[in-house]
């Protein structure tokens, strides 16, 4: 009889552990998907300059490559249903979208250059529907 209350009693001392992990882990990842959209949203609210919005495009280089968002042969982020990041932007003098991986790749500083103090202004932005990341930015020229 002791022995079977005491299994049963370690059972139930297991389960709450593990439930309690379980819980803890929801919590902290909730945590982390709100911190990582405070610090996005903090650059659409208003307009930014085109030296902000490269900040902000070698973020969203950076915590790809450190998620393991995968490219494709043209060196495109693909798109994944939990943490992947694309912004784009819309200039005045082309009526054309332009992603972060092209403008990263024709170089930084001609960016910087021609559109340091130019103002931008987020027109648009998508989340993840499983995470409630942000997934997806369109920035257009002002």
């Given at each position: 009889?002791?022995?079977?209350?005491?299994?049963?009693?370690?059972?139930?001392?297991?389960?709450?552990?593990?439930?309690?992990?379980?819980?803890?882990?929801?919590?902290?990842?909730?945590?982390?998907?709100?911190?990582?959209?405070?610090?996005?949203?903090?650059?659409?609210?208003?307009?930014?300059?085109?030296?902000?919005?490269?900040?902000?495009?070698?973020?969203?280089?950076?915590?790809?490559?450190?998620?393991?968002?995968?490219?494709?042969?043209?060196?495109?982020?693909?798109?994944?249903?939990?943490?992947?990041?694309?912004?784009?932007?819309?200039?005045?003098?082309?009526?054309?979208?332009?992603?972060?991986?092209?403008i990263q790749s024709l170089g930084e500083e001609q960016f910087l250059?021609?559109?340091?103090?130019?103002?931008f202004s987020c027109t648009k932005k998508e989340y993840h529907e499983?995470?409630?990341?942000?997934?997806?930015?369109?920035?257009?020229?002002?």
């Amino acid at each position: 009889m002791k022995k079977t209350f005491l299994i049963l009693c370690c059972s139930i001392i297991l389960l709450v552990i593990v439930f309690s992990f379980l819980y803890y882990n929801y919590q902290a990842g909730i945590a982390q998907a709100q911190k990582n959209n405070q610090e996005y949203e903090s650059y659409t609210t208003n307009q930014i300059l085109g030296s902000s919005l490269m900040t902000l495009m070698n973020k969203a280089s950076n915590d790809n490559e450190k998620n393991n968002v995968e490219k494709d042969a043209e060196g495109m982020y693909i798109e994944n249903d939990t943490n992947s990041i694309k912004i784009e932007v819309k200039f005045l003098e082309a009526d054309i979208i332009v992603s972060m991986e092209k403008i990263q790749s024709l170089g930084e500083e001609q960016f910087l250059k021609n559109y340091r103090s130019m103002s931008f202004s987020c027109t648009k932005k998508e989340y993840h529907e499983k995470t409630k990341q942000i997934k997806y930015l369109l920035f257009e020229q002002v």
